[in-house]
């Protein structure tokens, strides 16, 4: 029961939903937090719907397990793969957990169980009602989990691992690599949500493509990467995601961007440069017509040239420098 679990955010969540009577949480573990939580719980009226079950021996978890219904996993740091949420999916339970690290490659959100954003109460409180009311959906996804799960073992893991390192070890051999397309992406958070959509999306695009794609973060790149790059592609906005635009455009490099990021799209629009999607078929589409359409995307990338440096020209004449 560290700060980095979240479990007070739980708490809160759990203080969010009207008839929070009806919900039971079972609290396995002990830790420095512990206090703190159960002082929370006294403040926020729960002592009657909160347990603390102390530390579980792992002889006797299985205990646990037979008295839930959800696991909620509602860490406020990057998990790598929790324990937890392997046990529950082989015991038939669907999880909540939080959309941070690597808990969405475990959990995946609709099929086995639902992903919340860290330290989101309010969506927590929400996924908890969802399976709450919904019986049906809570066995399919612990059917889901559990058949999910059972293709994750030891043996096939490092069978996939030896196929992977093998096919590196003989492109290495092989006198002339594949051909690659240069695609650059920038977001704020390295692993998020509309990352994995783009991700999804590229591999998608790629199957038919004649070559492979190399999918880089733009402020990692070298510049001979910067140089052979088709696109840069922003799925988040926020942080500095405006500025790697305008170097982008700057450079002859035409975008992709989330219509959600306005500033970005309003410079898709005025630069014609660009593209703004919305979901995850116009981010496909947008993809595969820049990937494909050479001379659109040559087009694009010069009018984004072009447009940079009649802004720097604008912006000379109205200010010059004496």
Not at 91 to 111: C, F, K, N, R, Y
Not at 205 to 225: F, G
Not at 277 to 305: I, Q, V, W
Request: hydrophobic share 40%.
């Amino acid at each position: 029961m560290g700060k980095h679990k979240g479990l007070d955010v739980l708490l809160r969540a759990l203080s969010l939903i009207p008839d929070s009577g009806e919900v039971r949480l079972l609290v396995a573990g002990d830790g420095e937090e512990r206090e703190n939580l159960e002082a929370q719980c006294q403040d926020l009226r729960l002592d009657r719907v909160v347990t603390f079950c102390g530390r579980v021996d792992n002889r006797n978890i299985r205990a646990i397990y037979e008295q839930i219904d959800v696991l909620i996993v509602p860490s406020v740091w990057p998990e790598n793969s929790p324990v937890t949420i392997s046990e529950a999916m082989a015991s038939g339970i669907p999880v909540i957990a939080s959309d941070i690290g690597g808990i969405s490659e475990l959990v995946e959100h609709g099929t086995t169980g639902l992903l919340a954003p860290a330290r989101d109460a309010r969506t927590l409180a929400d996924l908890i009602e969802r399976l709450r009311k919904d019986p049906d959906l809570r066995r399919e996804m612990g059917q889901n989990a559990l058949a999910k799960i059972r293709q994750e073992g030891v043996r096939g893991q490092v069978t996939r691992l030896l196929q992977l390192f093998q096919e590196l070890t003989s492109q290495a051999r092989t006198k002339r690599g594949p051909s690659f397309d240069i695609v650059l992406y920038s977001s704020e958070l390295y692993w998020d949500r509309p990352v994995r959509e783009m991700l999804r999306q590229l591999a998608r695009v790629e199957k038919r493509l004649p070559k492979r794609l190399l999918v880089c973060r733009v402020d990692l790149c070298d510049e001979d990467t910067l140089r052979a790059a088709k696109l840069l592609v922003l799925p988040t906005p926020g942080g500095e995601s405006l500025l790697q635009g305008l170097k982008a455009l700057q450079r002859g490099i035409p975008l992709l961007v989330n219509d959600g990021a306005r500033d970005l799209a309003e410079l898709c629009r005025q630069s014609n440069a660009g593209l703004a999607y919305s979901d995850a078929d116009e981010l496909h589409e947008c993809l595969e017509l820049l990937l494909t359409d050479e001379p659109l995307r040559e087009a694009m990338g010069a009018k984004g040239h072009t447009f940079i440096r009649a802004q720097a020209a604008q912006a000379c004449a109205d200010d010059p420098v004496i």
